[in-house]
């Protein structure tokens, strides 16, 4: 009965490494103030910030997806 319920055991964990998602290794260079380079696995992000005049207002200018075939502007305000 003990080595049923250890292999069960071992059975779910194995299953459970597999299908678990793994999180992405990102790197993050600062270029500028207003300008940051986020790279993850093949894509490369481009976000540029704008300097808010007041609190409740977004900083968000834009954000350019960078891939090995195009160049993708996903927010541009």
């Known amino acids: 009965m003990n080595k049923l319920f250890l292999l069960a055991i071992f059975a779910v964990v194995s ?12 790197e993050i260079i ?18 540029q910030t ?7 207002e977004d900083n968000m200018k834009k954000i350019t997806v960078l891939s090995e075939k195009e160049n993708k502007i996903i927010i541009n305000k």
């Not at 704008?50 to 409740?56: A, N």
């Open 15 to 26: 299953y459970a490494n597999d299908t678990i998602v793994q999180p992405k290794k990102c």
């Open 50 to 56: 704008k300097e808010s005049r007041r609190d409740d």
């Open 30 to 47: 600062k270029l500028s103030n207003f300008t940051t380079l986020v790279s993850c696995d093949k894509l490369d992000y481009i976000v």
